[in-house]
């Protein structure tokens, strides 16, 4: 599967960054604006792709800190997010 950066453009040799470095500024609000359910899409998004690190932050949200309407909010986000081929996330 082709990883695309968030802007759209594919990233060299076809593979994405690993999550945590990115998705992880929303999750802990250093870089952006702390969006828990933002982080939780970008995590979803990135465990399609195959990266585990991100399936196990999932686990963590859910288990922790999320309600499940923000769980069905970020899933919703991210569904549209991948049918959109990552462009407008």
């Known amino acids: 599967m082709l990883r695309l ?37 970008w995590y979803n998004t990135a465990s399609a792709n195959g990266f585990n690190s991100a399936s196990k ?15 069905k909010k970020a899933q919703s986000l991210a569904k549209r997010c991948i049918a959109k081929h990552y462009k407008g996330c």
């Open 57 to 71: 932050r999932l686990d963590l949200l859910e288990k922790t800190i999320m309600t499940q309407k923000q769980v």
């Open 5 to 41: 950066r968030k802007n759209g453009d594919r990233w060299p040799n076809r593979v994405a960054p690993e999550p945590n470095t990115i998705l992880g500024y929303y999750e802990y609000g250093k870089g952006a604006a702390r969006d828990v359910t933002r982080a939780y899409m």
